[in-house]
């Protein structure tokens, strides 16, 4: 049984820092093309934040670049997401999901798995 399970999510401050994990389970971790983070807020759709490849090239969006990193630790079938300088609008439900695609931009491949998502939430 294919389980991607997120944590790390809380109540921090702006300018404050979250570390999310990802625990895949149930496939051959080391194996998988991507795992990617998305997140979505309250009224928005979804969006692509980070990715990390096979090859652990990895890939940010522009808001996030420079404050986000994302890494992954094949031993321990977990990728993790090092969010710092945080702001509100960082607000969100923050999924991981895999994705066996190598075609076409990141964050519009097909992703099979997906977690249950853990709350970030940004405010003083």
């Known amino acids: 049984q294919v389980q991607l399970v997120e944590s790390g999510g809380g109540l921090v401050q702006p300018g404050g820092s979250l570390r999310l994990s990802c625990v895949a389970s149930?496939?051959?971790?080391?194996?998988?093309?991507?795992i990617g983070w998305f997140r979505q807020a309250p009224g928005k759709e979804r969006e692509g934040v980070s990715c990390?490849?096979?090859?652990?090239?990895?890939y940010n969006i522009d808001a996030v670049e420079g404050r986000f990193t994302i890494s992954r630790d094949n031993a321990k079938n977990t990728v993790y997401l090092q969010m710092n300088s945080l702001k509100p609008e960082d607000s969100g439900v923050y999924y991981c999901a895999r994705t066996q695609s190598r075609s076409g931009y990141v964050f519009n491949r097909p992703y099979e798995y997906w977690g249950q998502g853990t709350q970030v939430t940004v405010s003083s």
């Open positions: 149930g496939f051959n971790f080391a194996d998988t093309y991507a």
């Open positions: 990390i490849s096979r090859s652990e090239s990895t």
